[in-house]
């Protein structure tokens, strides 16, 4: 296989993590010599420039559109603020790379389908970053609910119990319908609510609740849903910054087990993992649910990694089509269900829903008044 070309746009906070594991300098990427960094973009050069040097990238631009002309590469990663996103995922389809881009991907169902459109025209892929669900344990999980070893899955819990200060929000776009696109459901909780809808099975419907209780901000700092899945669990999901002890709580309880994790926050590995069946189970069963192979990291490396592998045999990576629709849909359908008081189902928002043109929908238009067109 021929190594492949990758550049990055964005190098702020989240940047490190795209091109090194735990953002080290002196960690291994590629240890096959599989792919390779060959530029960074960001609108501030000084920054792009100390950011190839620490991480040993040999280009360094200040567009984007001049980038992907000059590197022609296969991959594109994108860690800018959220409000650009979109625009940037589709410019670097349209001069023929593949898109692994920052989470949130968009702000809309519309925009989905705008992206879905491009991918339609050029034969490229658009992927959004969800490194939890590329960890070893969430994967054995969904084989456990899949193929009913404990019996059926029955309740789920997905709580993201995590802490921002108001400094934190003073970066100007942090906070905002417009710039953020939503608040700590959209921005926070998405990575464990990606993880946890993927491994419990279609969602069915959501009712929630969303506040802000303790930040200066336009957008939500909480959010609390119930969860009716296709296969008849009941799921408790939260999400939040308000919390000083910060943990992620992820809790699968079957007919005859529970997988639940202590100490967890923004890693899924193996370490945090516990498993627990009741004595009626046999040995083998026992062994086969708590056992789990390899221990893969729950970052970008790993889901890069997924991703070039994907790009030589011509498939769809994971976290792109329908596989990121389920997670937005469901984001728009818990602030939608907020603002009516009213559960929503999985399926109803559609064009002509102010939910479908912004995930938040009436939050954002009464914040803006923003013209939501698709």
């Avoid at 519309?110 to 669900?133: H, K, P």
């Avoid at 084989?143 to 993201?160: D, P």
């Avoid at 802000?212 to 408790?236: M, P, Y």
Wanted: charged fraction near 20%.
């Amino acid at each position: 296989m021929r190594k492949l070309k990758i550049v990055l746009v964005g190098t702020g906070s989240i940047a490190g993590y795209h091109v090194r594991p735990h953002a080290d300098p002196g960690e291994v990427m590629f240890p096959h010599n599989e792919a390779e960094f060959t530029a960074v973009m960001d609108v501030d050069l000084g920054r792009a420039q100390a950011f190839a040097k620490k991480y040993e990238i040999p280009h360094v631009y200040s567009d984007a559109l001049e980038m992907f002309s000059q590197e022609t590469p296969d991959i594109v990663c994108i860690a800018t603020p959220p409000a650009y996103h979109v625009d940037l995922s589709i410019r670097a389809m349209e001069a023929g790379a593949w898109v692994l881009c920052e989470k949130p991907l968009c702000v809309s169902l519309a925009e989905l389908d705008r992206i879905a459109a491009v991918e339609e025209a050029t034969g490229c892929y658009c992927s959004s970053v969800a490194q939890f669900r590329f960890g070893s344990v969430p994967q054995h999980l969904k084989q456990i609910v899949e193929s009913n070893l404990m019996g059926r899955v029955l309740v789920g819990t997905c709580h993201s119990n995590w802490y921002r200060s108001q400094d934190y929000y003073e970066a100007e776009w942090r906070g905002t319908w417009e710039k953020e696109l939503g608040g700590t459901t959209l921005n926070h909780g998405i990575h464990a609510m990606d993880m946890f809808l993927w491994t419990m099975g279609e969602w069915k419907e959501v009712q929630a609740s969303i506040a802000t209780l303790d930040h200066d901000i336009e957008t939500e700092d909480i959010s609390v849903a119930t969860v009716v899945f296709e296969n008849g669990a009941l799921g408790s999901v939260l999400n939040s910054t308000l919390c000083p002890k910060q943990n992620t709580y992820v809790r699968y309880d079957f007919q005859e087990g529970t997988a639940w994790t202590e100490g967890a926050q923004y890693d899924m590995l193996k370490d945090k993992w516990h498993f627990h069946t009741l004595d009626c189970v046999d040995t083998k069963s026992r062994r086969q649910f708590s056992e789990v192979e390899g221990d893969d990291l729950t970052q970008h490396c790993t889901q890069l990694g997924n991703m070039i592998q994907d790009f030589h045999a011509k498939q769809r990576p994971l976290v792109s089509g329908i596989e990121a629709r389920r997670t937005i849909e469901f984001i728009s359908a818990l602030y939608k269900s907020a603002a009516t008081g009213v559960p929503v189902a999985r399926g109803s928002i559609r064009k002509g829903d102010p939910f479908y043109d912004h995930v938040g929908g009436s939050f954002a238009q009464s914040y803006h008044k923003l013209s939501l067109v698709s």
